[in-house]
Nanobody
């Protein structure tokens, strides 16, 4: 059974930090690029960060560049999102997404974890 389980969300003050984790199981993690998306209240879901299968390539939305870092541990089937210098506008539900890098694969999604940035 395929599972992506996010954790690490919560309430943090502006300027603070959080580290999100996404534990994957039930599929060949090393053959999937991994992404973090977020959806703020009343807004569309947006791509926040992307990492290649081996972790050597990353990309970020302009709004989080320089503040967020995506990483992965293929030995533990886990992807992380380190979020620093958090702003109120980072408040959203954060979703983990596995993107196949081979024909015939399918995307997998977690259920999300809520991050609230507020004083």
């Amino acid at each position: 059974q395929v599972q992506l389980v996010e954790s690490g969300g919560g309430l943090v003050q502006p300027g603070g930090s959080l580290r999100l984790s996404c534990a994957a199981s039930g599929f060949d993690f090393g053959r999937y690029a991994m992404r973090w998306h977020r959806q703020a209240p009343g807004k569309e879901r947006e791509l926040v960060a992307h990492i290649t299968t081996g972790g050597g390539g990353t990309s970020y939305a302009e709004s989080v560049k320089g503040r967020f870092t995506i990483s992965r541990d293929n030995a533990k089937n886990t992807v992380f999102l380190q979020m620093n210098s958090l702003k109120r506008e980072d408040t959203a539900v954060y979703y983990c997404n596995a993107e196949p890098t081979f024909l015939g694969g399918r995307d997998y999604w977690g259920k999300g974890t809520l991050v609230t940035v507020s004083s």
